[in-house]
């Protein structure tokens, strides 16, 4: 089954950070607009939230063994992996508040940290059943 395959993970990781990257260093212009945005949390914290949210997944799905049944070591790369993920989420702020047509803004990281670990929890919560059941 193609979900026991890692490499079909990797290539989704691949996929996965080169539409992160275009959509946080692409110029505003090239974005879709939210005018007519009515939701209490701005349009923007939301896409921020949604990018970053499917990192940890993809990643630990692309590092992890099928047949791993350590949970502690399950654990330690999840965190590691959260734990890089909010590098990026630094790292595109800061690449953000170099470029001319971007600005960096505190809120943006905070709506991707928030992203990462509620995709870390997501996968804490479901990677169990997953290989319980061997569709992964």
């Not at 921020?48 to 047949?67: E, G, M, R, T, Y």
């Not at 630094?90 to 670990?117: M, N, V």
């Not at 870390?120 to 992964?136: C, E, H, I």
Request: some cysteine.
């Amino acid at each position: 089954m193609i979900l026991s395959r890692r490499w079909f993970w990797r290539v989704l990781l691949v996929v996965y950070l080169a539409a992160v990257a275009y959509v946080c260093f692409a110029s505003q212009g090239s974005l879709p607009k939210f005018d007519e945005w009515n939701f209490p949390i701005p349009a923007d914290k939301c896409i921020h939230f949604l990018l970053f949210l499917p990192w940890p997944i993809l990643a630990c799905l692309s590092v992890l063994q099928p047949a791993d049944n350590r949970r502690v070591r399950t654990v330690v790369i999840l965190l590691i992996i959260t734990i890089i993920g909010c590098g990026l989420a630094g790292a595109t702020e800061y690449i953000q508040c170099l470029l001319p047509y971007r600005s960096r803004d505190s809120f943006d990281f905070i709506a991707d940290c928030l992203g990462l670990l509620t995709g870390a929890l997501l996968f804490a919560a479901f990677y169990p059943f997953l290989r319980k059941s061997g569709t992964r």
